[in-house]
């Protein structure tokens, strides 16, 4: 059963909360709002396909340095600890360059988390478009 359009998407970055404790601090990406996280893991020299989602927005905190992120035409590497806001319909793609060492990107997404929605642009693992039931 599709669900497309049935959660609202928001346009821009929400806002992130640093809650202060006695012990130190917590950022809260999301309070009491129906997202879908996940945390992604690429290995080296592999890379997710360029694409974009029509049903959701995502907010991409890097875990591990050596991530490379696109997000539009615009690529950089990324540091552990960096927030990349991607907006629906942006084309965006998650890389990790060669070497030893794989990285991790948590995955907050807002809206309706479906694989249909994913429109693949390039991919390195030669999948059709659109995906059903397969992995980014």
Known sequence: MSHYGTNPIPSEKPPVAIVQRPWGAFKQFV?????????????????????????????????????????????????????????????????????VTSVRVLEVAFGNWQQEDIIRFDDIYSRGNPVVGGIE
């Open 31 to 99: 309070h009491n709002r129906e997202c879908t996280v996940s945390l992604m893991t690429v290995e080296p020299g592999q890379q997710l396909s360029l694409q974009s989602h029509t049903a959701r927005a995502e907010l991409w905190i890097v875990i591990d340095d050596g991530a490379i992120v696109q997000v539009g035409d615009s690529s950089r590497g990324c540091r552990a600890g960096e927030e990349v806001w991607i907006p629906a319909n942006e084309k965006h793609r998650l890389s990790c360059a060669p070497g």
